[in-house]
């Protein structure tokens, strides 16, 4: 019983430094980048939307570091189940989500493919040693390797350049102000924050085996259910206060595209650190979130927003997921 309340505190501990770490981290980096005169637009597109990345990014590579390859890989596609179906969800809830026609027609559809690209990946790479858990598991293990990190970073930076050169043309996009600090104090936040990130990630990963192993869980549910919890709880906080102001114009584009961040960097930088072992239940996962990507597309596509009743919807079948996840 000790062990289990000291990690949960470790897990605790970790989620507050990975989240405060990467705020720090961005808030620095913005204003280094503001002081050598890059547009407000870029600082968004790229600093900041890679901030929101970092606690999943620092969970994954460190799991992959240590083995962990079930966590590292259910913490990122837990976290994009959670954010499309709960965040939008629950936004949806308080005002209908209106969706702009960028992005149905090209971010979302975008990071569908980026979810089926992992599948493709993770199903054609074969593990060099097939000794891991895997109880008749519908798939066989596979294997998300160094050449298929490089490919996934490879095509983010495609991704982001395209973003970036689509702002251009559109400037009134992105016209937020970033606030500049003194140098000293940019040191220290981005020595400080890395730092955090990179204990914090230590942390959450300590935590979540080691709750995972106390009641015999698998480190694939701690990761689609806790861990993606805890990393995702930012984005829900900052869009519930915002659908209670009325102000959730860009969130289900925000929400894809933090997805499409999470597959190709996080995952990227994973595999190319470290390759990660894939188990049936992983491949099974990926499989729901291109399904459930696909229901909310057609959801978005209705009336070009996202009704009431349709939050309640996503709300319902995450809630059938979590079941279906645990009982598995």
Not at 40 to 51: D, E, F, K, P, Y
Not at 217 to 227: A, D, M, W, Y
Request: glycine share 8%; charged share 10%; proline share 3%.
């Amino acid at each position: 019983m000790k062990e289990i309340l000291i990690a949960t505190l470790i897990l605790a501990l970790g989620f507050v430094m990975l989240i405060k770490g990467a705020d720090y981290f961005v808030d620095a980096c913005s204003s280094i980048a503001k002081q050598f005169n890059i547009p407000s637009m870029i600082i968004g597109l790229t600093i900041v939307a890679m901030g929101t990345s970092l606690p999943e990014c620092a969970v994954s590579v460190t799991a992959s570091l240590d083995g962990s390859n079930e966590l590292a890989i259910s913490n990122a596609v837990g976290s994009n189940i959670f954010n499309l179906m709960v965040v939008c969800g629950c936004c949806a809830l308080f005002t209908p989500l209106a969706v702009q026609a960028s992005t149905l027609k090209k971010e979302f559809p975008f990071s569908i493919i980026c979810a089926i690209l992992l599948f493709g990946l993770g199903i054609l790479g074969k593990p060099e040693s097939l000794d891991i858990h895997q109880e008749g598991g519908i798939f066989s293990p596979g294997l998300l390797g160094r050449i298929d990190g490089i490919i996934m970073i490879v095509i983010f930076v495609i991704y982001l350049v395209s973003m970036v050169i689509s702002a251009k043309k559109n400037p009134a996009q992105a016209d937020e102000e970033y606030q500049l600090l003194p140098w000293w104090k940019c040191l220290i936040f981005i020595v400080g924050g890395a730092a955090a990130i990179k204990f914090g990630g230590d942390f959450v990963v300590k935590g979540a085996t080691t709750i995972a192993r106390s009641f015999y869980l698998s480190e694939n549910l701690i990761g689609l259910t806790i861990v993606a919890l805890g990393t995702s709880l930012p984005e829900l906080v900052t869009s519930l206060v915002a659908a209670k102001k009325n102000e959730v114009d860009m969130a289900l584009g925000n929400v894809v595209g933090s997805n499409i961040f999470n597959i190709l960097l996080v995952l990227g930088l994973a595999g190319a650190i470290s390759p990660v072992t894939m188990i049936s239940d992983n491949f099974m996962d990926i499989l729901i979130l291109i399904a459930m990507s696909v229901i909310v597309w057609i959801f978005a596509w209705h009336q070009k927003k996202i009704t009431r009743g349709e939050g309640v919807a996503m709300l319902a079948i995450y809630v059938g997921y979590m079941v279906y996840i645990c009982v598995r």
